[in-house]
């Protein structure tokens, strides 16, 4: 089993819906939760960054993290076609030296003008 | 300030060739990684490097891959001899400082390796 889990979708919406994208992970010792964008034939790029339980904002994106539960979520209001893309969630733990980060395998997400 | 800088962008090789890809991190970024990235997959890290120090190379299968960093700066990644399986994105990434486990990492485009 892997330590963390992303349904891989692809999951297709209309413009203007809100996409909800989420990732389950098994390490609790997993602090630092974060939500990466890839566009085909592209690096990933780094969208939003947490470290505690509960709900960031920024713009029209809003993650939200349950640790009891082992759960984060990435939530995307007012979606776009420029929105389409991969998003994969990507998590660490907390070392005194070293960023290791564990990916999800990523969800396909298309928004459909 | 340019980003995350990789060569070559595409790359086709027969099997049992060796193959090399080039790596210029964001300048300043002491801390560089190289991931693989398989198809509908997640990238996974291969090696991490603090300035010209390998710091992490415990899941680069070390019987055909090498990493080098010279001065700290650039990088290269070679396979030799490579595989079909070896058919991937190959990621370079690079970070200020990655101490304290919550650094920006900043990912390349990519070398995206076929190997027939």
């Known amino acids: 089993q892997k330590e963390v889990e992303q349904d891989p979708g692809p999951l297709s919406v209309p413009e203007g819906a809100i996409v909800s994208l989420n990732c389950t992970y098994s390490?609790?010792?997993?602090?630092?939760f974060m939500w990466y964008r890839q566009y085909s034939r592209k690096g990933p790029e780094l969208l939003m960054y947490?470290?505690?339980?509960g709900n960031k904002e920024d713009g029209r994106f809003t993650a939200q993290v349950d640790k009891s539960s082992k759960y984060i979520s990435l939530f995307i209001r007012d979606s776009q076609p420029s929105d389409s893309a991969t998003y994969l969630c990507?998590?660490?733990?907390?070392?005194?030296?070293?960023?290791?980060?564990?990916f999800g395998g990523g969800t396909r997400v298309l928004v459909k003008p | 300030e340019a980003g995350v800088v990789q060569s070559p962008r595409y790359k086709i090789i027969e099997k049992k060739q060796p193959v090399a890809f080039w790596c210029n991190p964001i300048?300043?970024?002491?801390?560089l990684y190289w991931y693989l990235q398989n198809l509908g997959q997640g990238p996974e890290l291969l090696i991490r490097?603090?300035?010209?120090?390998?710091?992490?190379d415990s899941q680069l299968p070390k019987d055909r891959f090498s990493a080098e960093r010279l001065k700290g700066v650039d990088s290269t990644l070679k396979i030799q001899p490579a595989e079909l399986g070896d058919s991937a994105v190959y990621l370079c990434?690079?970070?200020?400082?990655?101490?304290?486990?919550?650094?920006?990492?900043?990912f390349g485009p990519g070398t995206r390796l076929t190997v027939l």
């Open positions: 390490n609790s010792a997993f602090q630092y």
């Open positions: 947490t470290y505690s339980s």
């Open positions: 990434a690079s970070s200020l400082d990655a101490s304290g486990g919550k650094d920006t990492q900043y």
């Open positions: 490097y603090e300035n010209e120090e390998a710091v992490d």
């Open positions: 300048s300043g970024h002491n801390t």
């Open positions: 990507a998590m660490s733990t907390f070392l005194a030296a070293g960023n290791k980060l564990t």
